[in-house]
C-alpha cells in the first residue's frame, strides 16, 4: 500500500496518550492529543508519524486538508441492524401513551421482528445490514459491533451469524459479531431458562466451532432474563468456549445486570439506567466498560443514564447508539455523544473518548482502533466546516464529516 501524507490540518484530534496508556477512565482535555495545524503520515493504512506542520517533513504523495478538523474514526460499540420487518407503528403507540413494556406484553417488541427476521433469507438480511451499515459510515462510524437476536431459535441464530460474516467481507468498516440469542424468549419456549439451556447444549458449540461470533450477550431485565443458574450456565459455557461476554444491564429496573456483568467479567454493560451503587463498583472493580445509550432515551422517553457515579467509581464509560428496529433509529454518533454530554453528564474529552478510544477497548481493538496514535489503523473522518472539537460537538451531530477514511483510503 501506498504512503500518503495529509497536510495542513487545522486541528488533529489523535487521543495518542490514553493509546499510549491503554487507559479508559479519568479522561482530561489533555488526553485528546490534539495537535495544531498538523500534519499526518499513513504508511500502509496505519498512522507512520505525525506532527505540526511548522516541521512538516518532504512527502512524495499529499493531500492537503485546507484547515479542517480531523478526528478518530468511531466506534459503535452497541448496535442491532441485522433484522427484517417495521415497527413504526410502535413510536405512535408510544407517543400515545404506551411504554415499551406494556407494547411488548401486546405482542410487539422484539417478538414483532422476530417473525418478519425468520421469514427473511440469508442473502436479504445481508443487504439490509449492508445498507444500514453504510448509513453508519456516513457519520463517520468506522468500527461497529454487530448483535444478532431477532431470529431466536438455533437456526435461526446461526442464519444471521453466517449473514455477518458475508457482511464482513463486503463492508470497508471493522466489525466485531455478538451473539445475542438470549434477547428474548420465543413463544415455542416454556421459559426464559428452558431456552438458555437449549441454547447452550445445540447453539454455543457450533458458534464456537465455526468462529461466528466473538461475543455473547443476554438481555437482564425484568420479564426476559434473569440471574439465574440456567443463564449463569450459559455465560460460563460461552467463557470455557472462548467467547467474550456483553450484557444489557439494568435499563427498566435494577435486575442485578451490573453485579451479573462484573461476575462475568464482561467486556461491557449497557443501558444501565437503574444500575446500583453496588454495581457500579463491582463494574470499575472488575474492568467492565460501561456503555450508555443515550439514542434510546429520547427514542422512547425513559431516562437518561448518568455518567457520573460511573466517572466518580473510576468505570469506563463509552456511548453507543443502540439503532435497533423498535426503540432506536438513530445511527448518528455525533448527535448522540452532544446528547450524552447534555444528559449524561460528560465532558467533552469524555464523550470524543467514549466515542472513539473507550468503545475499542470494550471490543478488544484498543492497539488499533479509536485514536490516530502511531502504529493505529489510520480511520479518520474530515470535517471542512467546522474547525476545533469544540464546535463539532455544539454542532449536535447536524454537521457530518465532508470524508471519511478506513485504512488511508477515502470510502465517504
Known sequence: METIQFENIGQLVTLAPLAAEHRTTKIEYIDLGIVENAWLRIHEGRVHSYGEMAHCPYAEETRDLGGALVLPGFVDAHT???????RSPEFIQ????????????????????????RGSSQLELEALTLCRL???LRWGTTTVEVKTGYGLSVESELLQLEA????????????????????????????????????????????????????????????????????NAFMGEARMLGLGIRVH??????????????RWQAASADHLQHASQEGISAMAQAGVTAILLPGTSLYTNIPFADARPFVEAACAVAIASDYNPGSC????????????????????????AGITYVPSVSLDLG????????????????????????????????????????????IV
Request: glycine share 8%; net charge negative.
Open 80 to 86: 442491532h441492524p441485522i433484522f427484517a420487518g417495521n
Open 94 to 117: 408510544r407517543l400515545a401513551g404506551m411504554s415499551y413494556e406494556a407494547i411488548a406484553e401486546q405482542g410487539g417488541g422484539i417478538r414483532s421482528t422476530m417473525g418478519a427476521t
Open 134 to 136: 453504510q448509513a453508519f
Open 164 to 231: 455477518l460474516q458475508a457482511v464482513k467481507e463486503k463492508t470497508p468498516q471493522a466489525i466485531r459479531v455478538t451473539c445475542l440469542a438470549l434477547h428474548a424468549c420465543p413463544p415455542e419456549f416454556s421459559s426464559p431458562d428452558a431456552y438458555a439451556i437449549a441454547l447452550k447444549d445445540e447453539l454455543l458449540p457450533l458458534v464456537a466451532q465455526h468462529n461466528l461470533a466473538d461475543y455473547v450477550d443476554v438481555f437482564l431485565e425484568r420479564g426476559y432474563f434473569s440471574d439465574s443458574v440456567a443463564v
Open 249 to 262: 444491564a439494568d435499563e427498566f429496573s435494577d435486575a442485578g445486570g451490573a453485579r451479573a456483568a462484573a
Open 329 to 352: 433509529r438513530i445511527y448518528n454518533l455525533p448527535l448522540l455523544a452532544t446528547l450524552a454530554g447534555v444528559h449524561c453528564h460528560l465532558s467533552l474529552p469524555q464523550v470524543l
Open 367 to 410: 492497539t488499533q482502533k479509536g485514536a490516530l496514535a502511531c502504529g493505529f489503523d489510520g480511520d479518520f473522518a474530515v470535517y471542512n466546516t467546522v474547525s476545533t472539537v469544540e464546535q463539532w460537538l455544539a454542532a449536535c451531530g447536524m454537521q457530518g464529516p465532508d470524508a471519511v477514511f478506513i485504512k488511508g483510503v477515502r
